[in-house]
């Protein structure tokens, strides 16, 4: 189910301006990649590059080469609907439906794309509700708001909603920086679970948090204001933070710049 994404010389703009420069790498299925860098670099133009949520801001595009299992996500007659299908995408802050139940939060997307049926609902929600860890604790108040929930409890049922439609690729941009450090550990222990299934894109600013989850690092960086981000270095997690090959990654996970 997990699938590989290859980036060949992806580049971005908004407008006129380029906000990212010829990424290029690869993604292994059923593995935790992190996007790590200063502010500005561009890790959220390049994840939303992967799902085509970037074309979505009037002006804004994409070069370079995008393929998910060596199909093309950018080639003329793809359907962009099922391209955001198969990959998911789970937010800075939770945004479930707040007066929607947790039910109808959960099935939405199964809703949308035509799925009809108690019993396929039922099933299907609480499958996605186990699998984001949260079914023991909103089991007896799925007719409740979505909204009622605590912050990390919301996380973990936008979570439930993305992977309820089955996505094969699941892109985060820095999930856990609106939630307390207890909802942030039962994310990053649901990450690790996820990844048996699904790759897995994680923008994160808490570096920490990218050594704990992740098998892979790409650190991003820009030269100044203006400029485009690139991709300095991309490597095994453990490597990018005990001993990165370039200087300019070292000065950023020591802290010297950023
Ligand atoms: N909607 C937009 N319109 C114009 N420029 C944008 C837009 N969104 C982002 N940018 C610019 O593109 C560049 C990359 O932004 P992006 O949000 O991808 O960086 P980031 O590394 O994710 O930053 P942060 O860590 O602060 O979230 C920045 O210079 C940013 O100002």
């Not at 074309?55 to 070069?63: D, N, S, T």
């Not at 207890?182 to 996820?194: H, M, N, P, V, W």
């Not at 923008?203 to 990218?210: K, L």
């Not at 030269?223 to 490597?239: A, C, F, I, M, S």
Request: net charge positive; proline share 5%.
């Amino acid at each position: 189910m997990a699938k590989r994404i290859e980036a060949a010389g992806v580049t971005a703009y908004y407008g006129a301006f380029k906000a990212i420069d010829s990424v290029s790498m690869t993604i292994e299925p059923k593995s935790v990649t992190a996007l790590i860098g200063p502010s500005g670099c561009g890790k959220s133009t390049f994840l939303r590059s992967i799902n085509r949520m970037h074309e979505v801001l009037p002006g804004a595009r994409v070069e370079g080469r995008l393929t998910v299992d060596h199909q093309d996500v950018y080639a003329r007659d793809v359907d962009v609907t099922a391209v955001r299908r198969m990959i998911g995408m789970v937010f800075q802050r939770p945004n479930p439906f707040p007066t929607m139940s947790i039910f109808d939060n959960v099935v939405a997307g199964l809703r949308l794309n035509g799925v009809r049926g108690k019993a396929t609902l039922e099933d299907a929600a609480e499958k996605a509700l186990r699998g984001a860890n949260l079914w023991n604790e909103v089991k007896d108040r799925l007719k409740k708001p979505g909204g009622g929930l605590s912050g990390g409890q919301q996380q973990r049922l936008c979570i439930a909603r993305t992977i309820a439609v089955e996505p094969q690729i699941v892109l985060m941009d820095e999930p856990c920086s609106a939630l307390d450090p207890i909802s942030t550990l039962a994310i990053e222990d649901l990450i690790s679970q996820l990844k048996d299934k699904y790759t897995i894109v994680i923008v994160t600013h808490n570096m920490q948090q990218a050594a704990r989850v992740s098998d892979r690092t790409a650190f991003f960086s820009i030269e100044k204001t203006g400029d485009p981000g690139r991709l300095v270095e991309y490597d095994d997690t453990q490597k990018i933070f005990t001993n990165p090959t370039e200087r300019k990654t070292e000065d950023y996970i020591t802290g010297r710049f950023g």
